[in-house]
């Protein structure tokens, strides 16, 4: 497939990922030759179902794919002009991929240079350290401030995402999942990172404290021009808080574009799908239109286009060929037989009409 243009102005690029998680009886493709790229002070939100590859692909780019079992056996992560991970020859001939920073190197960057938030606060704080102390730790380390000035400033970002700076003596078991997810959204942004991953926010949240944290993470990215990679399976939450979205199926970007690019000038079948499968809020009786079947079992995926059997429009070659990449525009381009160059350029979508 080709690879995204490369862009001075990127944040964060990944090019050619390609993560397995081996065990002793079977391989599972979790990444497939994955490119995606985010641009400083933009936020880019990756879309796709439960077992798509997201949270891999955030994880890879902090370099925290546990191994065993996992392995990068391809690609280039660069975060802020300075590689990750990068592509080698070694000593047998072979192009493997590894780290390219020192682990002192990779712990300077992490929760300063570059940050996530994780799906499940409730797994993410230690519950027999004040929140305020986890929060301070980070300080420390980072801005190498002592202990007293390190928990100040932990009490202040506690009351930045809403938690009075006094409940910072306060243990994760007496917080609400909401405050949770705040606490973990604080120590995220303690340092200002320059690049925040969000892996899933707002999950178990209920509707309401779910637009409380997505107002924070608005506000905080406008006060700080922090780019953000924006980890969800929600459309709702994409259309309120990204500018571009990368819709991801079995491992690999099939669609990419502007919000405008992908929410109005829809490509790909999956992509489709999705926006299919919500509600009409305009017509109350409208049923809704699930994509049928499951994505494949990612220990054996499929020699062509690995969505060809839930496609409403497969051609015999789906089933046979890897969908090449073409483009709509500069920035819009999708992964699927049924575009060739001619109908791009008119803008056109083939349909079985």
Do not use: W
């Not at 890879?60 to 391809?74: H, N, R």
């Not at 459309?235 to 970007?253: E, F, M, Q, T």
């Amino acid at each position: 497939m080709n690879e995204i243009k490369a862009d001075t102005s990127n944040m964060l690029e990944i090019e050619d990922l390609s993560v397995e998680f081996r065990t002793h009886d079977r391989t599972v493709y979790a990444v497939n030759h994955l490119n995606l790229s985010v641009k400083k002070g933009q936020t880019l939100g990756l879309v796709g179902e439960t077992g798509a590859g997201k949270t891999t692909a955030g994880l890879a780019a902090l370099d925290l794919i546990q191994s065993p079992p996992g392995i990068i056996t391809s690609g280039r992560i660069t975060v802020n002009g300075k590689n990750v991970i990068c592509t080698k020859t070694d000593n047998k001939g072979k192009q493997v991929a590894k780290t390219c920073l020192t682990k002192k190197e990779l712990q300077s960057m992490r929760g300063k240079t570059i940050s996530m938030i994780f799906q499940d606060p409730m797994t993410s704080l230690n519950p027999v350290l004040t929140v305020e102390r986890q929060i301070a730790e980070v300080i420390e380390h980072h801005e190498h401030l002592g202990y007293t000035d390190a928990t100040a400033k932990a009490r202040e970002m506690l009351e930045l995402v809403g938690i009075p700076g006094e409940r910072g003596v306060e243990y994760p078991h007496q917080f609400s999942g909401g405050m949770k997810q705040r606490v973990v959204i604080a120590m995220a942004l303690a340092c200002d990172p320059q690049l925040l991953i969000a892996d899933e926010p707002t999950t178990a949240l209920d509707v309401t404290i779910q637009a409380q944290v997505l107002d924070m993470m608005k506000k905080l990215r406008e006060q700080h021009n922090t780019s953000m990679l924006m980890i969800t399976h929600d459309l709702g939450i994409v259309a309120d808080i990204c500018d571009c979205v990368s819709v991801i199926y079995a491992g690999s970007v099939v669609e990419h574009g502007t919000l405008e690019d992908v929410f109005d000038h829809t490509l790909h079948p999956y992509t489709r799908g999705l926006f299919d499968s919500l509600p009409n809020m305009e017509d109350r009786s409208a049923r809704l239109k699930p994509i049928r079947g499951l994505m494949p079992d990612p220990s054996k995926l499929p020699e062509g286009c690995a969505f060809a059997d839930r496609c409403d429009y497969a051609l015999e070659k789906c089933s046979k060929e890897k969908p090449e990449i073409f483009y709509r525009n500069d920035e819009h381009y999708v992964a699927c037989h049924l575009y060739n160059e001619h109908s791009i350029q008119e803008g056109g979508v083939l349909k079985n009409e």
